[in-house]
């Protein structure tokens, strides 16, 4: 690893510290940076748009690494295909540790069909863990049909294709397989709408 990637992790690796920290500004400002790293802004690169729980996540995650990084970090939204619009701009930066990118695990499923050439655990170097998040299932409050989850699975069972599913994100991605495995274990077939917002999925 290089010094400036060893640096960069040093001061990344500390983001969780200086998270919970938030209410104790003082304890954070003493976390120590590795040499001059960083001089300037670091730029982070969210796969999704404004608004999204990915942005909203990188924003506070920022503003929490204030006190460590003693500068600011300049959030920097590339959403569209399925969460990997954001590679080139990343992958094209200089290699001096001052831009990074929240990869999301749909990286891995999108190597694996071939439509991401970089390789996620090659090609990258792991800093941090920001978020954990899981896959859940809503339908409208006003949707009558489906009081429960056996109700819609039931539809689904008697009506294949027609209940159709919102998801982030384009075959491969975390949130399809997801749905396929539910749909192979519940035996049941849906249609299944990929949009690249978070927004536009629920506004849909």
Same mark, same amino acid.
Not at 20 to 47: C, D, N
Not at 119 to 142: E, G, N
């Given at each position: 690893?290089?010094?400036?990637?060893?640096?960069?992790?040093?001061?990344?690796?500390?983001?969780?510290?200086?998270?919970?920290?938030?209410?104790?500004?003082?304890? !954070?400002? +003493?976390?120590?940076?590795? /040499?001059?790293?960083? @001089?300037? %802004?670091?730029?982070?690169?969210? #796969?999704?748009?404004?608004?999204?729980?990915?942005?909203?996540?990188?924003?506070?995650?920022?503003?929490?690494?204030?006190?460590?990084?003693?500068?600011?970090?300049?959030?920097?939204?590339?959403?569209?295909?399925?969460?990997?619009?954001?590679?080139?701009?990343?992958?094209?930066?200089?290699?001096?540790?001052?831009?990074?990118?929240?990869?999301?695990?749909? !990286?891995? +499923?999108?190597?694996?069909? /071939?439509?991401?050439? @970089?390789? %996620?655990?090659?090609?990258?170097? #792991?800093?941090?863990?920001?978020?954990?998040?899981?896959?859940?299932?809503?339908?409208?409050?006003?949707?009558?049909?489906?009081?429960?989850?056996?109700?819609?699975?039931?539809?689904?069972?008697?009506?294949?294709?027609?209940?159709?599913?919102?998801?982030?994100?384009?075959?491969?991605?975390?949130?399809?397989?997801?749905?396929?495995?539910?749909?192979?274990?519940?035996?049941?077939?849906?249609?299944?709408?990929?949009?690249?917002?978070?927004?536009?999925?629920?506004?849909?």
């Amino acid at each position: 690893m290089s010094r400036i990637k060893s640096s960069l992790t040093r001061v990344l690796g500390l983001s969780v510290m200086a998270a919970s920290l938030v209410a104790a500004p003082a304890i !954070a400002q +003493t976390l120590a940076k590795p /040499g001059s790293f960083p @001089e300037r %802004p670091v730029t982070v690169y969210v #796969p999704y748009g404004p608004g999204s729980g990915s942005d909203q996540l990188s924003r506070a995650w920022a503003e929490a690494m204030r006190p460590v990084l003693g500068i600011g970090m300049q959030v920097v939204n590339r959403p569209g295909g399925g969460g990997m619009a954001a590679v080139p701009d990343f992958m094209s930066a200089p290699k001096d540790g001052y831009t990074i990118l929240q990869s999301i695990d749909d !990286a891995i +499923t999108n190597y694996a069909s /071939g439509k991401l050439k @970089e390789h %996620p655990a090659k090609d990258w170097t #792991p800093l941090c863990m920001t978020q954990i998040t899981f896959s859940q299932l809503y339908v409208r409050a006003d949707d009558n049909r489906f009081p429960n989850f056996d109700a819609l699975v039931k539809y689904a069972r008697d009506n294949p294709e027609k209940l159709s599913i919102a998801n982030v994100g384009n075959l491969g991605s975390m949130e399809r397989v997801t749905m396929n495995m539910l749909e192979t274990a519940l035996k049941f077939k849906s249609r299944q709408i990929a949009f690249d917002k978070p927004s536009e999925r629920y506004a849909a």
